[in-house]
């Protein structure tokens, strides 16, 4: 089974601030996902970084894939309230079907 | 309409009882998953339908039955479950296979008592 650890698991900011959350393996994915999940919803998907060290902008959000393909990160350049949530990285597991999830990072944006 | 619906949002019930899930999506995929989410876990896939054959059963439990009539439409039986059964289970689907995006309903929060 590919394991992904994410981490921080918590992380309480003031708005305004940068912050970067880390999702590693010891396996080589061929795609991660970043997704978002707020209170009483499913995740939603954020990105999918397929290349070695590549780098994916949306607005304030920076994703970079490393160049090994085992891990991943999330840069947010001055965070907002409505940042917050439960950001998990996902990449296709060791069946056939279905993506393996990491824990996710709690992030909390304090105005 | 909502990509992908799941009913009811939210459902209590004894070790004795016997409910279902249900969940539908609108975007014309093919495949349809169901995921358990539980606290200091992390997102456990249960169940997998790739135009309605299941592909993938994650050693789970009897106790729960997956049902998928038709592309649209996935079902999760569920029969004297346990305590440690509560959680969020979450449907989700895509076009075809694992390497596409999942699109996810909102869940149900099952409450076991």
């Known amino acids: 089974t590919q394991l992904l650890e994410q981490s921080p698991q918590f992380l309480s900011i003031q708005e305004g601030e940068n912050l970067t959350v880390y999702c590693n393996s010891s396996?080589?994915?061929?795609?991660l996902q970043w997704y978002r999940q707020e209170p009483g919803e499913g995740p939603v998907l954020l990105v999918t970084v397929v290349t070695g060290g590549e780098v994916k902008k949306l607005k304030r959000l920076t994703f970079q894939f490393g160049d090994a393909r085992k891990d991943s990160s999330l840069h947010i350049t001055a965070a907002q309230p409505g940042d917050t949530g439960l950001y998990l990285c996902?990449?296709?597991?060791?069946?056939?079907?279905?993506?393996?999830f990491g824990k996710g990072t709690h992030l909390i944006i304090q105005p | 309409e909502t990509g992908v619906t799941q009913t009811p949002r939210h459902l209590v019930m004894g070790m004795t009882n016997k409910k279902s899930l249900k969940c539908e999506q609108h975007l014309g995929h093919n495949a349809m998953y169901w995921y358990k989410q539980s606290a200091k876990k992390p997102l456990e896939l249960m169940f997998v339908?790739?135009?309605?054959?299941?592909?993938e059963n994650n050693s789970v439990p009897s106790r729960f039955s997956p049902e998928c009539p038709n592309s649209s439409h996935l079902f999760l039986h569920l029969h004297t479950l346990q305590p440690e059964d509560s959680a969020l289970y979450l449907c989700?689907?895509?076009?075809?296979?694992?390497?596409?995006?999942?699109?996810f309903g909102p869940g149900t929060r099952l409450l076991v008592l």
């Open positions: 339908y790739n135009f309605k054959e299941q592909t």
């Open positions: 996902a990449g296709p597991g060791g069946g056939a079907d279905g993506l393996t």
């Open positions: 396996s080589v994915f061929s795609s």
């Open positions: 989700a689907s895509s076009h075809s296979g694992r390497e596409e995006t999942q699109y």
